[in-house]
């Protein structure tokens, strides 16, 4: 009796493995075409609202003062660039090293070409003498922090902020 081999074809064996390439590599080339779009939407998107914070944000702290009887810190900043301003983030330095407050005001918007008052409250006692202000605006709907604008007024190693 003879032994009856079975088994694939050498033909079907490699129309096979051809077909099984050809899937993997149209899978790969799909998943590759949608990432290398996506990153290249993310990328244009942050270059733009880079290009916004640096061109069309220019904002000044005029002067801080305290209230003495409130304890709250008036700022004044004016806003002289193309961009409404929607958020500030406030840090408030005693020191170097130690931060009075660090918050985000998200009542100030600043329009454009104008200046306002801001009034914020420090979390505890002592003489602020350095705030830091961090603008953001809206690009496109979305909120973009500007963290390279970062506009000081006063100094940590100088007098603290007279009252109002």
Request: with cysteine.
């Amino acid at each position: 009796m003879a032994k009856s081999k079975k088994g694939i074809s050498p033909l079907i064996a490699t129309v096979l493995i051809i077909g099984f390439t050809v899937a993997l590599a149209a899978v790969i080339m799909t998943w590759g075409t949608r990432f290398t779009r996506d990153v290249q939407k993310s990328t244009a998107e942050s270059a733009a609202a880079n290009v916004d914070c640096s061109q069309d944000v220019i904002l000044e702290i005029i002067g801080v003062c305290r209230d003495a009887s409130t304890s709250e810190y008036l700022i004044m900043v004016s806003n002289e660039g193309v961009a409404e301003i929607s958020d500030l983030y406030v840090k408030m330095y005693r020191s170097d090293t130690d931060v009075e407050s660090d918050t985000s005001i998200r009542d100030p918007v600043v329009p454009k070409f104008e200046s306002k008052r801001i009034i914020t409250k420090a979390m505890t006692t002592g003489a602020v003498k350095r705030i830091e202000m961090i603008p953001s605006i809206m690009v496109k709907g979305n909120k973009v922090t500007c963290s390279a604008n970062i506009i000081e007024f006063g100094d940590t190693s100088g007098n603290a902020f007279g009252d109002c």
